[in-house]
Protein backbone atom coordinates (compact mmCIF):
# COMPACT_ATOMS: atom_id res chain seq x y z
CA UNK A 1 0.00 0.00 0.00
CA UNK A 2 1.61 3.94 -0.79
CA UNK A 3 1.21 5.64 1.86
CA UNK A 4 0.27 9.40 1.82
CA UNK A 5 3.53 11.77 2.97
CA UNK A 6 2.00 14.74 5.54
CA UNK A 7 3.12 17.03 2.72
CA UNK A 8 1.43 15.72 -0.19
CA UNK A 9 -2.21 16.09 1.30
CA UNK A 10 -1.73 19.10 3.22
CA UNK A 11 -0.53 20.61 -0.59
CA UNK A 12 -3.83 18.93 -1.88
CA UNK A 13 -5.85 20.54 0.52
CA UNK A 14 -7.41 17.76 3.10
CA UNK A 15 -7.74 18.31 6.60
CA UNK A 16 -5.66 15.68 8.04
CA UNK A 17 -7.26 14.57 10.93
CA UNK A 18 -4.27 12.36 13.05
CA UNK A 19 -5.32 10.14 15.99
CA UNK A 20 -2.44 9.48 18.73
CA UNK A 21 -1.71 5.70 18.80
CA UNK A 22 -0.09 4.80 21.76
CA UNK A 23 0.23 1.41 21.77
CA UNK A 24 0.28 -1.38 18.83
CA UNK A 25 -3.13 -2.98 20.04
CA UNK A 26 -4.30 0.99 19.13
CA UNK A 27 -2.49 0.39 15.61
CA UNK A 28 -3.89 -2.70 15.41
CA UNK A 29 -7.37 -1.17 15.95
CA UNK A 30 -6.31 1.79 13.91
CA UNK A 31 -6.03 -0.58 11.03
CA UNK A 32 -9.60 -1.27 10.93
CA UNK A 33 -10.59 2.08 10.46
CA UNK A 34 -10.13 4.53 7.37
CA UNK A 35 -7.89 7.11 8.91
CA UNK A 36 -4.67 7.77 6.57
CA UNK A 37 -2.53 9.42 9.93
CA UNK A 38 -1.46 8.49 13.02
CA UNK A 39 0.10 10.62 15.40
CA UNK A 40 2.96 9.08 17.78
CA UNK A 41 2.84 11.12 21.15
CA UNK A 42 5.88 11.31 23.25
CA UNK A 43 3.38 11.34 26.06
CA UNK A 44 1.33 8.56 25.11
CA UNK A 45 3.75 6.48 23.83
CA UNK A 46 6.42 6.94 27.36
CA UNK A 47 3.18 6.44 29.09
CA UNK A 48 2.33 3.32 27.64
CA UNK A 49 5.50 2.14 27.80
CA UNK A 50 7.16 2.98 31.08
CA UNK A 51 4.38 4.32 32.73
CA UNK A 52 6.38 7.69 33.03
CA UNK A 53 5.38 11.12 33.07
CA UNK A 54 6.22 13.31 29.45
CA UNK A 55 9.40 14.94 31.12
CA UNK A 56 12.30 14.15 29.38
CA UNK A 57 13.15 10.81 30.47
CA UNK A 58 12.91 8.49 28.02
CA UNK A 59 15.61 8.47 25.40
CA UNK A 60 15.87 9.18 22.22
CA UNK A 61 17.00 5.37 21.76
CA UNK A 62 13.71 4.15 23.32
CA UNK A 63 10.87 6.48 21.55
CA UNK A 64 12.87 5.89 17.98
CA UNK A 65 12.31 2.08 18.98
CA UNK A 66 8.92 2.49 19.72
CA UNK A 67 8.53 4.87 16.34
CA UNK A 68 9.76 1.82 13.95
CA UNK A 69 7.32 -0.46 15.89
CA UNK A 70 4.27 1.70 15.25
CA UNK A 71 5.77 2.49 11.67
CA UNK A 72 5.85 -0.84 10.82
CA UNK A 73 2.77 -2.08 12.29
CA UNK A 74 0.55 0.45 11.12
CA UNK A 75 -1.45 0.92 7.79
CA UNK A 76 -1.20 4.43 7.73
CA UNK A 77 1.22 7.25 7.60
CA UNK A 78 3.10 8.13 10.98
CA UNK A 79 4.25 11.45 12.18
CA UNK A 80 6.00 11.69 15.39
CA UNK A 81 6.95 14.15 18.19
CA UNK A 82 10.47 13.86 19.00
CA UNK A 83 10.50 16.55 21.89
CA UNK A 84 13.39 19.06 21.98
CA UNK A 85 15.41 17.04 19.30
CA UNK A 86 17.15 15.00 22.60
CA UNK A 87 19.73 17.80 23.41
CA UNK A 88 21.59 20.03 21.09
CA UNK A 89 22.28 20.55 17.33
CA UNK A 90 23.72 17.38 16.59
CA UNK A 91 21.28 15.27 19.08
CA UNK A 92 18.78 17.02 16.44
CA UNK A 93 20.71 16.04 13.05
CA UNK A 94 20.66 12.38 14.46
CA UNK A 95 17.21 12.44 15.44
CA UNK A 96 15.92 13.51 11.97
CA UNK A 97 18.18 10.51 10.64
CA UNK A 98 17.10 7.88 13.04
CA UNK A 99 13.11 8.78 12.84
CA UNK A 100 13.31 8.94 8.88
CA UNK A 101 14.66 5.93 9.11
CA UNK A 102 11.84 4.60 11.13
CA UNK A 103 9.68 5.77 8.72
CA UNK A 104 7.77 8.49 9.36
CA UNK A 105 6.64 11.47 7.48
CA UNK A 106 6.90 13.97 9.83
CA UNK A 107 9.72 15.02 12.52
CA UNK A 108 7.74 17.70 15.70
CA UNK A 109 10.21 19.35 17.33
CA UNK A 110 9.92 21.70 20.12
CA UNK A 111 11.40 24.85 21.83
CA UNK A 112 11.90 23.84 25.51
CA UNK A 113 14.98 23.21 27.31
CA UNK A 114 15.60 19.73 27.09
CA UNK A 115 15.02 17.80 29.69
CA UNK A 116 11.08 19.15 28.33
CA UNK A 117 8.22 19.27 30.06
CA UNK A 118 4.69 18.23 28.63
CA UNK A 119 3.48 21.49 26.98
CA UNK A 120 -0.12 21.30 28.89
CA UNK A 121 2.11 21.02 32.40
CA UNK A 122 3.57 23.53 34.40
CA UNK A 123 7.28 24.34 34.45
CA UNK A 124 8.24 24.49 30.75
CA UNK A 125 11.39 26.62 30.01
CA UNK A 126 12.26 27.50 26.74
CA UNK A 127 15.66 28.23 24.67
CA UNK A 128 16.30 31.12 22.57
CA UNK A 129 14.16 31.47 19.53
CA UNK A 130 17.85 31.54 17.73
CA UNK A 131 18.81 28.81 19.38
CA UNK A 132 15.56 26.71 17.95
CA UNK A 133 16.34 28.99 14.50
CA UNK A 134 19.85 26.48 14.51
CA UNK A 135 17.74 23.32 14.99
CA UNK A 136 15.13 23.63 12.38
CA UNK A 137 17.88 24.38 10.10
CA UNK A 138 19.73 21.62 11.59
CA UNK A 139 16.90 19.34 10.92
CA UNK A 140 15.91 20.70 7.62
CA UNK A 141 19.40 19.96 6.22
CA UNK A 142 19.80 16.39 7.74
CA UNK A 143 16.51 15.06 6.23
CA UNK A 144 16.91 12.68 3.16
CA UNK A 145 13.91 12.75 1.65
CA UNK A 146 12.27 16.14 0.97
CA UNK A 147 8.88 14.82 1.34
CA UNK A 148 9.65 14.93 5.33
CA UNK A 149 7.98 17.23 7.28
CA UNK A 150 9.54 19.18 9.56
CA UNK A 151 7.01 20.68 12.65
CA UNK A 152 8.04 23.35 14.67
CA UNK A 153 6.73 23.67 17.97
CA UNK A 154 6.75 26.77 20.15
CA UNK A 155 5.39 26.23 23.93
CA UNK A 156 6.12 30.45 24.37
CA UNK A 157 2.09 31.01 25.26
CA UNK A 158 2.49 31.03 28.36
CA UNK A 159 6.05 32.60 29.71
CA UNK A 160 5.51 35.07 26.76
CA UNK A 161 2.48 35.38 25.79
CA UNK A 162 0.52 35.25 22.32
CA UNK A 163 2.89 38.07 20.77
CA UNK A 164 5.87 36.42 21.76
CA UNK A 165 4.54 33.04 20.44
CA UNK A 166 3.67 34.02 17.23
CA UNK A 167 7.30 35.76 16.88
CA UNK A 168 8.43 33.12 17.43
CA UNK A 169 6.74 30.60 15.27
CA UNK A 170 7.28 33.38 12.62
CA UNK A 171 11.36 32.88 12.96
CA UNK A 172 10.74 29.46 12.88
CA UNK A 173 8.57 29.41 9.86
CA UNK A 174 11.21 31.48 8.16
CA UNK A 175 14.14 29.29 9.35
CA UNK A 176 12.29 26.65 6.93
CA UNK A 177 9.79 24.73 8.85
CA UNK A 178 7.11 23.19 7.07
CA UNK A 179 4.31 22.62 9.93
CA UNK A 180 3.63 25.43 12.10
CA UNK A 181 2.68 24.34 16.09
CA UNK A 182 1.50 26.97 18.27
CA UNK A 183 1.12 24.67 21.59
CA UNK A 184 -1.78 25.33 24.25
CA UNK A 185 -3.52 28.34 22.91
CA UNK A 186 -6.61 29.19 25.26
CA UNK A 187 -9.31 30.71 22.84
CA UNK A 188 -10.93 30.19 19.70
CA UNK A 189 -9.64 33.79 19.03
CA UNK A 190 -6.32 33.00 19.75
CA UNK A 191 -6.35 30.41 17.21
CA UNK A 192 -7.78 32.19 14.46
CA UNK A 193 -5.38 34.97 15.01
CA UNK A 194 -2.39 32.72 14.86
CA UNK A 195 -3.53 31.21 11.73
CA UNK A 196 -4.35 33.88 10.29
CA UNK A 197 -1.11 35.38 10.76
CA UNK A 198 1.31 32.94 10.08
CA UNK A 199 2.39 31.90 6.51
CA UNK A 200 2.42 27.85 6.44
CA UNK A 201 0.35 25.14 7.13
CA UNK A 202 -1.15 25.35 10.69
CA UNK A 203 -1.64 22.51 13.07
CA UNK A 204 -4.14 22.11 15.56
CA UNK A 205 -3.40 19.67 19.39
CA UNK A 206 -6.83 18.37 20.48
CA UNK A 207 -5.29 17.27 23.77
CA UNK A 208 -8.36 16.07 25.66
CA UNK A 209 -8.06 17.72 29.06
CA UNK A 210 -5.23 20.52 27.72
CA UNK A 211 -5.79 24.12 28.20
CA UNK A 212 -6.90 24.29 24.50
CA UNK A 213 -10.50 24.05 23.66
CA UNK A 214 -11.89 20.62 21.76
CA UNK A 215 -13.17 21.70 18.48
CA UNK A 216 -14.52 19.49 15.71
CA UNK A 217 -12.45 18.99 12.44
CA UNK A 218 -15.21 21.13 10.24
CA UNK A 219 -14.80 23.72 13.14
CA UNK A 220 -10.76 23.78 13.10
CA UNK A 221 -10.77 24.21 9.09
CA UNK A 222 -13.05 26.86 9.76
CA UNK A 223 -10.42 28.79 12.66
CA UNK A 224 -7.86 27.90 9.73
CA UNK A 225 -6.03 25.27 10.37
CA UNK A 226 -4.97 22.74 7.93
CA UNK A 227 -4.82 19.69 10.00
CA UNK A 228 -5.36 18.53 14.20
CA UNK A 229 -3.58 15.50 16.04
CA UNK A 230 -5.72 13.95 18.93
CA UNK A 231 -2.89 12.70 20.87
CA UNK A 232 -4.72 11.78 24.36
CA UNK A 233 -8.03 10.52 22.73
CA UNK A 234 -6.98 6.47 22.74
CA UNK A 235 -4.74 6.24 25.96
CA UNK A 236 -7.20 8.26 27.68
CA UNK A 237 -10.53 5.89 26.22
CA UNK A 238 -8.00 3.03 27.11
CA UNK A 239 -7.55 3.78 30.69
CA UNK A 240 -11.15 4.14 30.97
CA UNK A 241 -11.86 1.02 29.14
CA UNK A 242 -9.70 -0.77 31.85
CA UNK A 243 -11.15 0.82 34.82
CA UNK A 244 -14.65 0.17 33.82
CA UNK A 245 -13.44 -3.68 33.77
CA UNK A 246 -11.72 -3.84 37.02
CA UNK A 247 -14.52 -2.24 38.50
CA UNK A 248 -16.98 -4.74 36.99
CA UNK A 249 -14.65 -7.22 38.58
CA UNK A 250 -14.48 -5.71 42.35
CA UNK A 251 -18.20 -5.13 42.49
CA UNK A 252 -19.44 -8.18 40.09
CA UNK A 253 -16.68 -10.52 39.48
CA UNK A 254 -17.34 -10.87 35.86
CA UNK A 255 -15.93 -8.92 33.00
CA UNK A 256 -19.28 -10.07 31.47
CA UNK A 257 -20.87 -6.92 33.17
CA UNK A 258 -23.79 -4.28 32.11
CA UNK A 259 -21.61 -0.80 30.86
CA UNK A 260 -18.38 -3.03 29.87
CA UNK A 261 -17.68 -3.27 26.21
CA UNK A 262 -15.20 -5.53 24.97
CA UNK A 263 -13.91 -5.81 21.41
CA UNK A 264 -14.06 -9.34 20.08
CA UNK A 265 -11.63 -11.81 20.84
CA UNK A 266 -12.01 -13.27 17.47
CA UNK A 267 -11.75 -9.68 15.50
CA UNK A 268 -8.66 -9.12 17.55
CA UNK A 269 -6.85 -12.65 16.83
CA UNK A 270 -7.04 -11.74 13.15
CA UNK A 271 -6.11 -8.34 13.50
CA UNK A 272 -2.68 -9.36 15.48
CA UNK A 273 -1.72 -11.99 12.70
CA UNK A 274 -3.25 -15.48 14.45
CA UNK A 275 -4.93 -16.54 11.01
CA UNK A 276 -1.21 -16.62 9.28
CA UNK A 277 -0.29 -18.52 11.69
CA UNK A 278 -3.22 -21.11 11.97
CA UNK A 279 -2.37 -20.75 7.97
CA UNK A 280 1.22 -21.56 8.42
CA UNK A 281 0.60 -24.47 11.22
CA UNK A 282 -1.80 -26.46 8.50
CA UNK A 283 0.88 -25.88 5.67
CA UNK A 284 3.90 -26.90 7.31
CA UNK A 285 2.75 -28.12 10.99
CA UNK A 286 1.20 -31.74 9.51
CA UNK A 287 -1.38 -31.04 11.47
CA UNK A 288 -4.39 -31.27 9.92
CA UNK A 289 -6.50 -30.82 12.84
CA UNK A 290 -4.65 -27.31 13.14
CA UNK A 291 -6.92 -24.93 15.21
CA UNK A 292 -8.66 -22.47 13.77
CA UNK A 293 -9.92 -20.45 16.78
CA UNK A 294 -7.65 -18.94 18.93
CA UNK A 295 -7.23 -19.87 22.98
CA UNK A 296 -5.87 -17.39 25.56
CA UNK A 297 -3.22 -18.10 27.66
Avoid at 104 to 125: A, L, M, N, S, Y
Avoid at 160 to 172: H, T
Wanted: glycine share 8%; net charge negative.
Amino acid sequence: MTRPTLLQALRSGEFIVAPGVHDMIAASVFNTSKLQFAYASGYWMTASAYALPDAGIVTYTQMVDRVRTLCRHIDGSVFADADTGFGGLLNVHHTVIGYEEAGVTGIQIEDQEFPKKCGHTPFKRLIPTEDMVEKIKVACAARKNPETAIIARTDARQSEGFEGALKRMQAYSDAGADVLFVEALTSDDEMREACRRLNKPTMANMADGGLTPIRSAAELKELGYNMAIYPAATGLAAAQAARDVFTALETEGTSQAPGVDLFSFKEFNSLIGFEEVWEFERKWAGDPAAQTTGTQG
